[in-house]
Nanobody, 126 residues
């Protein structure tokens, strides 16, 4: 399975970006897809995720109300719409995919996800 993320770039504070991620190499819908981010010198942080079977989404506290996840489970594709961007949103954003839910880990846990993309840089200037 390969994950290809796109849509990163540079934007001024208050602006918006839309990230996309396509999972390929599987012929059936997975369990969930999500986004994490990592800023320089910081640990990787949960941004948001969608559970394909329930349609439920979860978001990290720092992005609630500003970021929205949507996707197409049949295509294993997920989008992250990021509005009202802030300089503190600057990070490398990673797409992640889960194809098997053991029932142990929540959507916001890195351990939930078996596959990870290469990351796409998002830079927000003040």
């Amino acid at each position: 399975v390969q994950l290809q993320a796109s849509g990163g770039g540079s934007v001024q504070a208050g602006g918006f970006l839309r990230l996309s991620c396509q999972a390929s190499g599987r012929t059936f819908s997975g369990d969930a897809m999500g986004w994490f981010r990592q800023a320089p010198g910081q640990e990787r942080e949960f941004v948001g995720a969608i559970n394909w079977s329930t349609g439920r989404t979860n978001y990290g506290d720092s992005v609630k109300g500003r970021f929205t996840i949507a996707g197409d489970s049949a295509k294993n594709m997920v989008y992250l719409q990021m509005n009202s961007l802030k300089p503190e949103d600057t990070a490398v954003y990673y797409c992640a995919a889960s194809f098997f839910n053991s029932g142990i880990y929540q959507l916001w846990s890195e351990e939930r996800y078996e596959y990870w993309g290469q990351g796409t840089q998002v830079t927000v200037s003040s």
